[in-house]
């Protein structure tokens, strides 16, 4: 469900906590201060990130997003800080890294609960010292970026646990914000649902799509272990498969495998 240039009004849900991130969000949006994300899957943290981005100052600067859990140990130096050519054997030309990239704008680490940690360290020091040296290189480079992160995984036990560093943690977490899993506020679910199926209605051709009323009732009591993302493609596959502009409750279990 994204949009190139989402608003605040895209982050959409009645509920009070709802209420409450979208009014963090304005705030933060505000500020230079560092955001933390946290929420299970699919709650809107990426959508969370890149809204404080886009409704803030340096909206016009670049956006970057690094997936923490998704960058191999072996290049993550390089990928996050560059390096410059003949660096390494392959570093055939000088690369910038991404936090040099994100320079003038906002550096979303998603997934930063995956970080080992001796890459804790290596962001931390970057992140203090406000520069990056890329490798290879003798010389570092101011880097001037507000900081977003997010994770669904527990922090707080990692800190206990050692596998995550203190120092680092309140180095990105200056203003913290969790978006509630959809089963905790169902009458965002049953809200998100009618705006999904408007959206879905347009493009498969089918103008007016509704819920019918048990429908609603399972959108509203089904637990959405993948939360908003899931409720999204389920009502997806329900009216992209019940061909109908009635989606049941029967249609949403059977064409999206609800158990
Ligand atoms: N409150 C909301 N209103 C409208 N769309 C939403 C809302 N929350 C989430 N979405 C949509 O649901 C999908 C999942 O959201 P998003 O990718 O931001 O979740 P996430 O918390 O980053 O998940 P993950 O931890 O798996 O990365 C996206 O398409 C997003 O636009
Ligand atoms: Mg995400």
């Known amino acids: 469900m994204a949009s190139t240039t989402p608003t605040l009004a895209e982050l959409s849900g009645r509920s009070p906590a709802m ?8 705030r933060a949006a505000e500020v230079d201060a560092s955001v933390l994300l946290t929420g299970e899957t699919g709650t809107g943290k990426s959508l969370a990130a890149r809204l404080i981005h886009q409704s803030g100052e340096r909206s016009s600067g670049p956006y970057v997003v690094v997936n923490c859990a998704g960058v191999p140990e072996s290049l993550f130096e ?19 890294g ?12 998603d997934e930063v609960g995956d970080l080992p940690v001796a890459q804790q360290s290596k962001l931390l020091t970057v992140l203090e010292e406000r520069t990056v040296r890329p490798i290879g290189s003798v010389k570092s480079r101011p ?5 977003v992160s997010g994770t669904g995984a ?11 560093r203190r120092d680092l943690f309140h180095r990105l977490a200056v203003l913290r914000c969790w978006i509630p899993p959809l089963r905790e506020r169902p009458e965002d679910a049953l809200h998100l649902a ?9 493009r498969y051709g089918l ?23 899931e409720l999204a493609h389920a009502l997806e596959a329900a009216v992209i498969l019940g061909r109908s502009r009635v989606v049941t409750a029967d249609t949403l279990r059977e064409a999206a495998k609800l158990r």
Not at 19 to 26: E, G, I, N, Y
Not at 194 to 202: M, V
């Open 194 to 202: 009618r705006r999904f199926l408007r959206r879905l209605g347009r």
């Open 78 to 96: 390089s990928e996050l800080f560059g390096h410059e050519r003949g660096a390494f054997t392959g570093a055939t030309a000088a690369r910038t």
């Open 98 to 109: 991404l936090v040099e990239a994100a320079s003038g704008g906002t550096l979303f680490l």
């Open 207 to 229: 103008d007016e799509v509704r819920l019918s009323p048990d429908g609603a009732s399972l959108v509203e009591s089904y637990a959405w272990p993948g939360n908003v993302r």
């Open 154 to 164: 527990d922090l707080e036990a990692a800190l206990e646990a050692g596998s995550f």
């Open 19 to 26: 209420q409450a991130v979208r009014a963090f969000v304005r």
């Open 143 to 147: 880097v001037e970026l507000r900081l």
